[in-house]
């Protein structure tokens, strides 16, 4: 799949010079983001778009083409697909709209793609997909304006979606929280390469640590199962089912065709195999987020708050989530009953309560993640009080140097938010609520166990 | 209760010079804020703070004391609080913590207190709240900096939270999403008044139209019935309860000192008052805008995409909220069919699909409107695609005039915070994700029918 991903020759089938247009986007980005491959756009009406020669057929590129973006109504996709089949095109994506997910018309021309492909060379991604997108070679086949869509960072995390929707507003995300990724492939309706494909090729890339992925639906099983299993192993994967009730998979059927089956049996599927599911995309980020923190040996957790409320809140979701809280041993409370004043709750959580200082946040943190009580700690940490100043962060982000997973929750405006950015980027993962932070630390915690806490 | 949220006078006991302190910042705030009543700071050991001349005791003060906020070790209230029943203060808020959450001895401190205000007419907030804030007196007795805690602006949400942590965050992210309150209260031990009484003011009072509620656990269960039933007839209740897992029992135990009590029996108590429940501090906040909405009708809910992946994850949503989500009638779809590509699924959701232009999604949108087969829309627009550009802000919000409700999921970067800010600007309300905004038109869908759909 490599010639997805870093071609040296690409050819933009239905390039158009009309500005808002689809086959437009996609070239103009290419030549804005200064792809270092060579570009040849497509369409049998037009001499020049954007200052580049236009071919009106991929057969008369000069050259060979590694890769093939097609953009045209749907009707005359098989027309094109055969002639990058004749031309050896290695990859094909098929962004253009209007197969199995149409119904039964469109169901027809998707089987007719099949057939012109079938025992040739030439890959296929998609229809109705966006394509690719590599950090690494700036290789980026999406068709959103930059200035809508702003690409993330160079990162370590593998991104696959089966929805170009779901994907772009996680890709936009990502930069906007500065959560850099290796890859995104949007795979859609899944012709030719499907998630076990882009599984694999994730499991193999050095570049990628965390693997994402948003499924409405599963091609093959068999190769699932074997793929997600061997893999899980190596790499987190972390998913997103879309069409898990009735109605939902009605609409994914006439999203990606896809027939999206039963909940249950997917989430017993996804456990079986060791993949981490999510229930929201807000979910699929917060625990990609988690995965860059250390992987806990064991299930105590510490939370330590500055706000009772979020530490009720927290308990609530551990107790949901099956994590334990253990109480700190008399041991740890005699340390702290020396420095904390009387009203400081010494229980799990931890509440410091509103008159903290950062020197009392670092002491809780310090003293669970030092003690063998706790395997990781969650911080509430509610910057608004009055004590609390902007070293809190480096106080929070030195005792990355335990080795357990500390994530932390922190929730309001500028100030905080501010705040929050500077701990993320330190490498304390931030939510903004206590159940977000502890789904996130049960990720953490079911994934570790699932390897046997190694 | 009117004294306060807009007393004449005001004392300030426990002021402090030191900065940081919770008595100083208490003070800085009425200062910076320039809150048009007097102010008297008391505190035996200094002369002068912030260059208001300081009184030793409140009985000290030559002028009566609508209001006083009492910010001094925990041991030392019972004294000062005894002094304020002396002084005949109509109001007092014990900022204080260190009573019945943190065990027995506080327990003891606290029932010193509730003997000191026995069959006396001064009525107390607390112990271990933040108190009160009104957006239209500008009176303002939190504990938190200024530039750390943005203040909302005016509105029309009276917020009352029994955890002044819960209620500090949301209050910041209101002003940080521009949304305006009418009063905030925190009543936290409620030693006096409690959650119903808080109610039953903001029942009344002209300028609060929507009522938030955190709550850990209810005082006088009779009481709470009867208040809440009256009062969400009249405008809409929405509660986050907190401990509600055995955990979260104990933590709210050692928090506010509250019987929590089992989850199942609160949440069938809400359902039976005609209160709206919410699982996060995050869908209390969900909610709260949706209600800027007109209520629907019926449950019958359009949902119109340009995504279709977010389109799936919203059906399962809707399904698990036990919204309808009919399809569009042949007449419907027959003026559909005439303008829109074939590619487009004119299903429920309508996916307009990633080449969508503003007119598209208007139509889709104002039909379904003007239609009788839907009683309000979901609309996701996600914003990164080519076409759509900031006039898709007016096209939607001028569709207000159907007086039916309309949500909006949108996520994403820069670009689509901003037009997200935008659409909120002009009374569209914007969520993070599918399912949020799916959960707040059942929210809207739920309280209209427990009012007979009036």
Known sequence: MDYFFSPQTIAII??????????YTILENFIRSKYPGKIF????????????????SVKNIPQDIDLAIIAVPAKIVPKVLKECVEKKVKGVI?????????????????????????????????????????????????FHPLEKLVRPKEGNIGFISQSGAVGSVILDIFSEEQIGISKFISYENALDIDESDCIEFLGKDEKTKIILLFLEGVKDGKKFLRVAKKVSQIKPIIVLKGGKTEK???????????????????????????????????????FAKAFSQPLPKGNRIAIVTDGGGFGVLACDEAERQGLKLPEPSNKLKKIFRKIFPEHVILSNPIDLTGDVTTERFRIAIEECLKSKEFDGVITITLFQVPALEKDIVDAIANLKKYGKPILCCAAGGRFTLELSKALEKNGIPVYPSPERAVKAMAALVNYSRMKGWK
Chains 1, 2 share one sequence.
Request: hydrophobic residues 35%; charged residues 25%.
């Open 14 to 23: 239905g390039a158009s010079h009309v500005k808002g247009k689809i086959g």
């Open 94 to 142: 098929i962004v253009s709209g209007g197969f199995s997910e149409i119904g039964k018309e469109g169901k027809k021309l998707e089987e007719k793609l099949k057939k012109i492909i079938k025992g040739k060379k030439t890959r296929v991604l998609g229809p109705n997909c966006l394509g690719a997108l590599d950090t690494s070679s700036k290789l980026d086949t999406l």
């Open 248 to 286: 939902g998979r009605k609409a994914a059927l006439s999203h990606t065709g896809s027939l999206a089956g039963s909940a249950r049996i997917y989430s017993s599927v996804f456990k079986q195999v060791g993949i981490i599911e999510a229930n929201t995309h807000e979910e699929l980020i917060d």
């Open 41 to 56: 756009p497509v369409n049998p009406n037009v001499n020049e778009i954007l200052g580049l020669r236009v071919y009106p």
